[in-house]
């Protein structure tokens, strides 16, 4: 959609500038927020935070963009109830991706909590598809947490003759990746203008508005 920075552009000879570059220049804002949805159509809103679409504060971590990704830093995380367990990775906030690619020692400790979960050879994770997954909570900023619900993680039956889901939560080969599985528990907000991400709880029976509206143009300058 031409939601990251320009810096990966690789048209050539000259460069083009991305869909959120060419049109940011008649926002009321250099932001968008997204609210995805499980198993229902989300919405993005171009411009502007929509304050109904989130409950309490939004929290900002700042963003790391020199490779051209919305890069952030977690702090943590949290298998079902138990304890927190402290751990600095980066990630890259990314609405393009489905899953969630977390660092290996981390997804190892998710899944030895589900009983009859498997390792594949191409290092993939499969789980009973009939099995109560925990969730697993990935904590940013030390003080505040994004929940991933279990039944989010019970991905996908590849095979419906095997009673044997994909996970959700992945091992990270080449850097971690917070796909849609993540984004859909929160109102996220990406802001260019200050190079930073914020988060918070999304509204309960918040759904997808009618389109039309332009509430975050500035129409005849």
Not at 18 to 26: K, L
Not at 86 to 93: I, R
Request: aromatic share 12%.
């Amino acid at each position: 959609m031409g939601l990251g920075f320009g810096v990966l552009n690789s048209v050539r000879p000259i460069k083009q500038r991305t869909f959120f570059e060419n049109v940011m220049p008649y926002l009321a804002s250099p932001v968008f927020a997204t609210s995805l949805k499980h198993q229902v159509p989300g919405s993005y809103d171009i411009g502007y935070i929509d304050k109904r679409k989130h409950t309490g504060e939004l929290v900002y971590t700042s963003v790391n963009n020199t490779e051209g990704f919305w890069g952030i830093t977690l702090s943590g995380y949290q298998v079902g109830n138990g304890t927190t367990v402290h751990m600095s990775f980066d990630a890259v906030a990314d609405t393009g991706t489905t899953l969630a690619i977390l660092p290996d020692p981390l997804v190892r400790d998710y899944y030895s909590k589900v009983p009859g979960a498997t390792h594949h050879l191409e290092r993939v994770w499969y789980v009973p598809c009939n099995t109560t997954l925990p969730d697993l909570g990935l904590v940013i900023n030390d003080n505040y947490t994004v929940s991933i619900p279990g039944e989010y993680i019970r991905y996908s039956n590849p095979d419906p003759k095997v009673n044997n889901c994909y996970g959700g939560v992945q091992a990270a080969r080449n850097g971690a990746v917070l796909g849609s599985m993540f984004l859909k528990t929160q109102y996220v907000v990406f802001d260019y203008g200050q190079l930073r991400l914020g988060f918070a709880a999304q509204a309960k029976g918040n759904e997808t508005r009618r389109l039309g509206r332009s509430r975050g143009l500035r129409l005849g300058r």
